[in-house]
């Protein structure tokens, strides 16, 4: 158990709708990372946020968002879905904004369908 | 652009022997490097890390390998074992904020 928690683990949703993933990060931890993980495209950085503020910034489309809250958790809001947003999405913790700093600790992810 | 492959989508190895995975990056600014190990229905998981001033790094029963002048680095695990079993990824640092992970490696252990 890496002590990051997502929910929820399972979402199955219709295009064109808007789901929103959750993160806490271990304790202690003031960095988020938000990856997306699909069969053709691997594990691609989305977005990192330290402290509520955005720090770096990866492939993440228009239609996506994400925010980090006073108390660190994070939220991912994906939107207008499409069938090609089906992945796995995985957030990672670590305890500064430096990825070479700390290693990132990631959560179970949230297996999204799309149909 | 940036990219970070992997030779060899699968490895399939009998229980105690040794496992090499490889992996080459193509960003040459890239100075940080770091092994996954994702089981399963997990998230990836780290193993091991090396920067760009060291050719080799151990850990236990892992060792990682950099060559820079070919940008190729190699993950060896000696003695595999069935806990092994998983999927394997190599990622990069080019000190953006942003990892750059390589397809993965799938690693049968055969008992």
């Known amino acids: 158990d890496s002590g990051v928690t997502q929910t929820p683990k399972h979402l199955i949703t219709a295009t064109g709708q808007r789901v929103t993933l959750r993160c806490s990060p271990r304790s202690g931890d003031l960095s988020v990372y938000w990856y997306q993980q699909s069969l053709d495209q691997g594990l691609q950085f989305l977005i990192q946020y330290y402290n509520g503020e955005e720090r770096a910034k990866g492939n993440i489309l228009e239609r996506f968002s994400a925010q980090q809250f006073p108390d660190l958790h994070s939220e991912l809001n994906l939107s207008s879905l499409e069938l090609g947003d089906s992945a796995l999405y995985f957030c990672a913790s670590s305890a500064s904004g430096n990825t070479r700093a700390n290693e990132q600790f990631f959560g179970p992810g949230t297996r999204l369908t799309v149909l | 652009g940036e990219s970070v492959g992997l030779h060899l989508p699968t490895l399939s190895v009998q229980e105690g022997d040794n496992s090499i995975i490889n992996c080459a990056y193509s960003?040459?600014?890239?100075?940080?490097f770091i092994w996954y190990k994702q089981e399963s229905g997990k998230g990836p998981q780290f193993i091991i890390d090396?920067?760009?001033?060291?050719d080799k790094r151990q850990g236990q029963r892992v060792t990682v390998l950099l060559n820079k002048t070919v940008k190729h680095l190699s993950l060896q695990i000696a003695a595999t074992q069935p806990g092994d079993s998983a999927v394997y990824f190599c990622?990069?640092?080019?000190?953006?904020?942003?990892?750059?992970f390589g397809q993965g490696t799938t690693l049968q252990v055969k008992p």
């Open positions: 990622a990069e640092d080019s000190n953006t904020g942003k990892l750059i």
């Open positions: 090396i920067r760009s001033n060291m």
């Open positions: 960003n040459s600014a890239s100075d940080y």
